[in-house]
């Protein structure tokens, strides 16, 4: 059977100088060391082969970056991600409009068989209460006609949130065109993960809301551990797995799904 061996292959990984790509960097290396490109703000200290400065929130960076990419990819991780202590356009660009668009232009060089892993989270786990409106977001064709869409929009919640609701949406509703490639789509889900960003999600999601969570979940994820169901995601370990969304989060959300747990506390 095939397991998480990336040995004589090369992948690409945004977002790898902190959190859950500078662990991803870390267990590729100790699963099978592949050719490793990374594209993010800052060069990370942990185990890669290319560089490639690139602002994900800038288009024209993101086609600068895969100019200087040589395929065959075997996986790409769409890893690199923002909170909304950022401003909303970056927000958007960085966590929505960068990995469905990094992904179209790499997709010529995905190998059959290969394999797009994106880290998205809990806190897209109400996509379905805009369903509607991420099916008609998805269906704009390329980066203009979707931030002309977003433009201004309610987004009838957090941005950050609902950026990671598109991802999970994203993943379920490619599932079918890159299947037809050979190649696989889905993300990991976590909830907080103990990385310089979480922070951030204290700041801008509240004390109330992030010790609920991490309660809940009996504590942070750490990154590595995401890192690693992101690895088995990326790898032929996963495969015949493809479409989904899979929360890394101790069972919170299947406990709040069957009623075992509510904002309020633990039923049972
Ligand atoms: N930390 C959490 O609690 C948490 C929970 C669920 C999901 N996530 C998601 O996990 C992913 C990784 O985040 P993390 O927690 O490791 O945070 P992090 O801040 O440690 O890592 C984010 C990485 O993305 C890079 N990055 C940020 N903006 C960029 C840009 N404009 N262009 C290129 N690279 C950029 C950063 O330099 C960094 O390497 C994100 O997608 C985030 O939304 C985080």
Known sequence: MPGIDYSGKHVVVTGGATGVGAGLLEVLAEHGKPRVTVLDLREPAGPHDVFIETNLSNRDAIDAAVAQIDGPIAALFNNA????????????????????????????????????????????????????????????????????????RDLGTQTYAFTKETMQVWTMRDAARLRGHGIRINSACPSPIDTPLVKDFFETMGDDAMNFSIEAAGRMVTGREVAMLLAYLGSPAATFVSGQNIDIDNGMRASMVTGMLSFGGAKA
Do not use: C, F
């Open 81 to 152: 991600g923002v909170a909304d202590t950022s401003q909303r356009d970056i927000v958007l660009a960085v966590n929505l409009l960068a990995p469905i668009y990094l992904t179209d232009a790499l997709l010529p060089q995905i190998e059959q068989g290969g394999a797009v892993a994106t880290t998205a989270s809990i806190a897209g786990m109400a996509w379905s209460q805009r369903l509607p409106q991420h099916l008609e977001l998805l269906a704009q064709e390329g980066w203009d006609a979707k931030a002309k869409w977003l433009d201004g």
